[in-house]
């Protein structure tokens, strides 16, 4: 809307339901020295409505709204007004909102509570926009580069040619267009292309020094796209533009002194497809998890074939919790290396499905942990979840191990409560079959590591423990009783007389037989 000067005054909506967000906000829009109309409201439904009767330029809004999703409120409105720009100001800060916020295109996504400065700024490059896209409605030539770039950010973004509106006129001319043929994409583990100054400058000259000629457009803080066009394609063989996006991605990580990751389309057959060459490339360098200082990643016959994750696999986070769950370690790192090695070898595997695995491993060995709270256990899943290779992953996951290690072996007190377990169990059931491993679940822990401590404990192992109790039985029995020997073998829990006579005769030095007559004389 226009002022009676023919100042040119921008309308903003606030959607805050929080009483003292929404005054914070409209106090700090009042101080700017813009002309400003701003209004406010507290739910979805009154902010579509006020959208269907006011022409709204700049959205400041909470995901977090009374009555809808804020994303679904943003999509609404945008439908009314397609120029819309929009500031996210929420407490929700999960990454995948953050990360949705991109795609749709916010101005910012920043994080209550918030600094007045990250909100004036953010408001500053809004106005910026808004700026930038009156200038485009009022230019018809399809040569402007304003148009050219707005109409590339939605191709790059899903939309298709036949869609793309401004002001309500069909004006993209798809010729112009369809001579794309491929893209590199650049990208940067943090933040850099809004850090450096005049960046988009230095680089568009380094690519015309070089003779390579393409259409640079930046997406976001870290990540830019260069478009490659079909003569660019047809004059250099593909050994070419491989080595070209070689140079670039050496050229930025030496000049700048950070990894930089390069990643390089098939070619595709009209500009409608260029969404799905930004997927493609986005999705090649989810191998720089496994290969962090690979070269460029381009798609190859080999890497075509898609990766599954093995059937078994279930059985061996199985087995993983299993081993916790009997405190059997040597066991737990033999699981984990099979899985690692399973998972480590999958170069196409989502890294996010590889951290969802582990951090589920992860909760598992917290649980076993004492004294650790859920404070400890979120703050390392989300340095697991941040990690940005394969081996920070492995990392994490072996120090939790080790952790997991000493702390059982340095519980003394727990380790004789279940010796004492095991030992009056012995001392009832010495009549039954008796097996380690029976004793061991019965005390949650690993058959290896109950002989270990039994024996630690005690000064005998759990077999001859077993041996020594029978024994101490028969011979109370052969002492008192006239009970016959081949009954008093199945009393103490040998089936097999022969063998109870044998055994009997090794404990004793004497046959039971003799230790009888011997008593009776």
Avoid at 52 to 67: K, P
Avoid at 119 to 145: F, G, M, P, Y
Wanted: net charge negative.
């Amino acid at each position: 809307m226009t002022l009676e000067n023919g100042e040119y005054m921008y309308r903003v909506l606030v959607v805050e339901p929080d009483k003292f967000y929404k005054e914070s906000i409209l106090k700090l829009l009042s101080e700017l020295d813009y002309d400003l109309a701003v209004e406010s409201v507290s739910s979805g439904d009154a902010a579509i409505e006020f959208a269907a009767n006011n022409c709204i330029d700049i959205l400041i809004s909470e995901i977090l709204v009374e009555d809808m999703d804020g994303f679904t409120l943003i999509d609404e409105i945008k439908e009314i007004n397609k120029n819309l720009k929009f500031i996210i100001v929420s407490g929700n800060n999960e990454f995948s909102n953050v990360k949705k916020a991109i795609k749709l295109g916010a101005i910012d996504y920043i994080h209550k509570p918030f600094e007045k400065n990250e909100l004036v700024d953010a408001v500053d490059i809004a106005i910026s926009k808004c700026d930038e896209s009156k200038t485009i409605i009022e230019q018809s030539d399809i040569n402007n580069e304003f148009i050219k770039e707005h109409i590339l950010f939605n191709l790059l973004y899903g939309k298709k040619i036949d869609e793309i509106k401004i002001e309500d006129e069909y004006i993209a001319d798809r010729n112009e267009f369809d001579k794309y043929k491929r893209i590199v994409l650049i990208e940067f583990n943090s933040e850099f292309f809004n850090e450096i100054e005049d960046f988009e400058k230095l680089f568009k000259e380094f690519l015309e020094n070089n003779n390579i000629y393409c259409h640079y457009i930046n997406l976001n803080s870290t990540q830019s796209v260069l478009l490659l066009d079909k003569s660019y394609c047809d004059k250099n063989s593909e050994e070419k533009i491989i080595a070209m996006c070689e140079m670039i991605k050496n050229k930025l990580s030496i000049k700048y002194a950070r990894k930089c990751f390069v990643a390089l389309s098939s070619e595709i057959e009209s500009c409608d497809e260029l969404s799905l060459a930004v997927d493609e490339t986005e999705e090649l360098l989810e191998r720089k998890f496994y290969e962090n200082d690979s070269k460029v990643f381009f798609k190859e016959k080999e890497n075509e074939a898609p990766i599954f994750v093995q059937s078994d696999d279930d059985s061996i986070i199985k087995q993983i919790k299993q081993d916790i769950k009997l405190k059997d370690t040597d066991s737990l790192k033999k699981s984990f290396k099979i899985l690692w090695e399973r998972y480590g070898s999958k170069k196409n595997l989502s890294q996010l499905y590889i951290k969802f695995v582990f951090s589920n491993i992860l909760k598992e060995f917290y649980e076993a942990l004492p004294n650790v709270g859920e404070v400890d256990l979120n703050n390392e899943v989300d340095r697991l979840y941040r990690s940005t290779d394969l081996m920070e992953v492995k990392e994490i996951m072996d120090k939790n191990i080790i952790r997991l290690e000493e702390n059982f072996a340095v519980n003394p007190r727990a380790v004789h409560r279940e010796v004492e377990c095991v030992k009056q169990y012995i001392y009832i059931n010495y009549m039954k079959e008796i097996g380690v491993e029976q004793l061991a679940e019965m005390v949650y822990m690993a058959p290896s590591y109950l002989s270990c401590v039994f024996k630690k404990e005690t000064g005998q192992n759990l077999s001859k423990f077993i041996k020594s109790v029978r024994m101490e039985k028969a011979k109370e029995m052969l002492e008192n009783t006239h009970m016959k020997i081949v009954n008093i073998s199945t009393e103490v829990g040998y089936p097999n007389v022969s063998y109870f006579c044998q055994s009997f005769r090794e404990y004793f030095g004497i046959s039971p037989q003799k230790f009888r007559a011997n008593g009776e004389k």
